[in-house]
């Protein structure tokens, strides 16, 4: 656990301000191990403030939502398109 408390203070000192997005970016990636869950604990291995690293998830969740929910329809109709008589 040391160890990546000392990655994270690391990668804090390199990111600076842009450490709200780069979380907000790492939960919205809709991939497995990069949701909420994940970047509370990023987060709090990283000391932000508990409001910021809230807003920035929920954030980032929304953003993969948005993702997965305009990925699902373009898929569909694509399906519907190709199977359809």
């Known amino acids: 656990l040391e160890k990546g408390e000392k990655g994270g203070k690391k ?12 979380l907000m970016l790492f939960v919205g990636i809709p991939l497995p191990g990069t949701g909420a869950w994940t970047g509370t604990l990023a987060a709090s291995i990283l000391d932000m403030g508990f409001k910021k690293s809230i807003v920035a998830v929920i954030l980032g969740v929304l953003m ?4 997965m929910g305009v990925a699902s329809i ?12």
Do not use: D, S, Y
Not at 11 to 22: Q, S, T, V, Y
Not at 64 to 67: E, K, M, T, V
């Open 11 to 22: 990668l804090e000192a390199k990111a600076g301000r842009g450490l709200f997005i780069a």
């Open 74 to 85: 373009l898929v569909a109709n694509g399906i519907n398109t190709i199977f359809a008589p």
């Open 64 to 67: 993969a939502g948005i993702i």
